[in-house]
């Protein structure tokens, strides 16, 4: 396992940004998947967006496509996601992860390594 700590959360109003940061340490983070999921309250947790290990690969939820933008860099053990045109309903806590696969999956429990969250609140 790998562990992943993000950063980056925080208070933003309606179509504004923020970019969320994910730093990996313990592992073979470049050998890894990573992925985006988020938890709203009442919620279950769901797929927001992935990356494969060598970052040419990349999906997304579809209520993301176009606002988000998932990147990683290797050197620096770190998995990023950037979010534009933030809409009330990506309030959430997000959560990075990391797969013992090369290609990501929407599938949370083919994820081993989790980060403790951190909150996108987006007020309208």
């Known amino acids: 396992q790998v562990q992943l700590v993000e950063s980056g959360g925080g208070l933003v109003q309606a179509g504004g940004s923020l970019r969320l940061s994910c730093a990996a340490s313990?592992?073979?983070?470049?050998?890894?998947?990573m992925g985006w999921f988020r938890q709203a309250p009442g919620k279950e947790r769901e797929f927001v967006a992935g990356?494969?290990?060598?970052?040419?690969?990349?999906s997304y939820t579809d209520s993301v496509k176009g606002r988000f933008t998932i990147s990683r860099d290797n050197t620096d053990n770190t998995a990023y996601l950037q979010m534009n045109s933030l809409k009330p309903e990506d309030t959430a806590v997000y959560y990075c992860a990391a797969a013992r696969r090369l290609i990501p999956t929407t599938d949370a429990f083919t994820y081993d390594s989790w980060g403790q969250g951190t909150q996108v609140t987006v007020s309208s």
């Open positions: 313990g592992g073979t983070f470049s050998s890894r998947a």
């Open positions: 990356i494969s290990q060598g970052g040419r690969y990349t």
